[in-house]
């Protein structure tokens, strides 16, 4: 019943920069986590950033420091602001959302593809 949207990926040099975005509609409650993964050729899907409704904040290693992740909560909107790019940041970025109440629910979004490439 929920719908994730992303927009924003493309082709990019090592070294830039990306903004990708994450629309969600349907029965979204007040509580919840949003967040982003991302999924290599041949690596399974990892967590890239999340963050809950009152702004709590959790990123991967490998991206602290270069990635950015916020929220809109009135648009119900999450962004990934990705800086200081590498080729090893390539992958499928998939949005997704998380609520526990009244039951737990995981929604996701088709991905859109990022590739860091000279």
């Known amino acids: 019943q929920v719908q994730l949207v992303e927009s924003g990926g493309g082709l990019v040099q090592p070294g830039g920069s990306l903004r990708l975005s994450c629309a969600a509609s349907?029965?979204?409650?007040?509580?919840?986590?949003m967040g982003w993964y991302r999924q290599a050729p041949g690596k399974e899907r990892e967590l890239v950033a999340s963050?809950?409704?009152?702004?709590?904040?959790n990123y991967a290693d490998s991206v602290k420091g270069r990635f950015t992740i916020s929220r809109d909560n009135a648009k119900n909107t999450v962004y990934l602001q990705m800086n200081s790019l590498k080729p090893e940041d390539s992958a499928v970025y998939y949005c997704?959302?998380?609520?526990?109440?009244?039951?737990?629910?995981?929604?996701w979004g088709q991905g859109t593809q990022v590739t860091v490439s000279s």
């Open positions: 963050i809950l409704t009152g702004g709590a904040l």
């Open positions: 997704n959302l998380v609520q526990v109440l009244p039951r737990r629910s995981t929604s």
């Open positions: 349907g029965s979204i409650g007040s509580i919840n986590t």
